[in-house]
């Protein structure tokens, strides 16, 4: 896999943790201002470079790999957390009920599931779908993909309020699946513009990313009724794009910050992250597990300072998802058993 791209999953993964491993002030704002965005961003980049050949692409089988690749996981891996989710419900952020309909409830309303950030699988999936028939539909055409991402971001979530299957957060984040696509299709002329302004455009960048993570110099902007995305007239219509630009410029500042980032890791040859290239999605799938045993032994048991919590959930978060993978990866192709676990856990089975 091209190697700005490695970089780009392992820096977004590595965010991800860090942004679940506790309250960071400052950083972790900074983190949660593009992180999401930014996956949803590579994994547009991804599916564009790998699905160039629309006009052959069976949609039914595409859906049925990708329904494997993230939803599977999702069920299945939110099933196991499920009673443990129940029994500790004292110690959770936010408790769940033992019954079918919670039970249920937590796979059709993503943002309830018993893991949170698990909203992104079925998410994506939707996103991948719409985006397979619009591009059939329109011939292969990616610029009308993208103004319809637009309109739905912008124009479209100003009047809908729809939480099942997070259909708010598909309309909202098609936009940035768009963008990847766009980086994938027109990489070359971007990549000479950044390369040719690296240093402004960093400096840029840098400086939104950091006026938003420090100050509260935004906060002026009335997003009320943006969340649920209720509009009723226009004075709260225009609020709402007055947020969703500020929103959308600054999630872009920091996916090209990333990207940056990626290029001067590839430009001085680093490779200080290789060990993580090809288990970024194992860490995502596995990291929750580790993180809430250390927040229940770390805050509210032992009740101890954000200042050694933080980093030992981050470190269990990112390793022993590492060492899960790596084990199953052995254990599979050494005894060509159990398959099936690659697909739950995800792990790349490639040598």
């Known amino acids: 896999m091209n190697k700005n791209i490695s970089f780009l999953q392992v820096f977004g993964i590595l965010l991800v943790v860090l942004g679940h491993s506790g309250e960071i002030p400052f950083f972790g704002k900074w983190i949660y201002s593009f992180h999401m965005p930014l996956f949803i961003f590579i994994s547009g980049f991804l599916f564009y470079l790998t699905t160039k050949d629309i006009y052959n692409l069976n949609l039914y089988r595409f859906i049925k790999k990708k329904f494997i690749r993230l939803i599977l996981p999702y069920i299945i891996i939110s099933s196991i957390a499920y009673l443990p989710k129940v029994f500790l419900s004292k110690f959770a952020q936010r408790g769940i009920d033992l019954s079918m309909d919670s039970y249920l409830h937590s796979f059709l309303y993503p943002w309830d599931n018993v893991i949170r950030f698990f909203w992104f699988l079925p998410t994506l999936f939707f996103i991948m779908i719409i985006v397979v028939i619009l591009l059939k539909v329109t011939k292969n055409r990616l610029h009308i993909v993208f103004y319809f991402s637009v309109i739905l971001s912008f124009i479209i979530l100003n009047f809908i309020d729809i939480k099942i299957l997070n259909i708010n957060g598909i309309f909202n984040y098609m936009l940035f699946f768009s963008l990847g696509m766009m980086y994938c299709k027109y990489k070359e002329k971007v990549n000479k513009i950044l390369e040719k302004n690296i240093g402004k455009i960093f ?127 052995y254990f599979i192709l050494r005894y060509n058993k159990f398959r099936f676990l690659s697909i739950i856990l995800g792990v790349n089975l490639k040598r």
Request: glycine fraction near 6%.
């Open 203 to 329: 400096i840029v960048v840098f400086v939104l990313l950091l006026i938003n993570a420090t100050t509260n110099i935004f906060n002026g902007i009335n997003v009320t009724g943006v969340e649920t995305g209720k509009m009723t007239d226009i004075v709260t219509s225009i609020e709402f794009i007055k947020y969703k630009l500020f929103y959308v410029g600054i999630a872009i500042s920091g996916i090209i910050l990333s990207i940056i980032l990626s290029k001067l890791y590839c430009k001085y040859n680093l490779t200080f992250l290789e060990h993580l290239d090809g288990k970024t999605f194992t860490i995502y799938l596995l990291s929750w597990f580790s993180q809430v045993f250390v927040r229940i032994i770390g805050y509210q048991i032992l009740k101890l300072s954000m200042i050694y919590v933080v980093p030992i959930s981050f470190i269990l978060g990112v390793y022993i998802p590492v060492i899960i993978n790596i084990y199953v990866k």
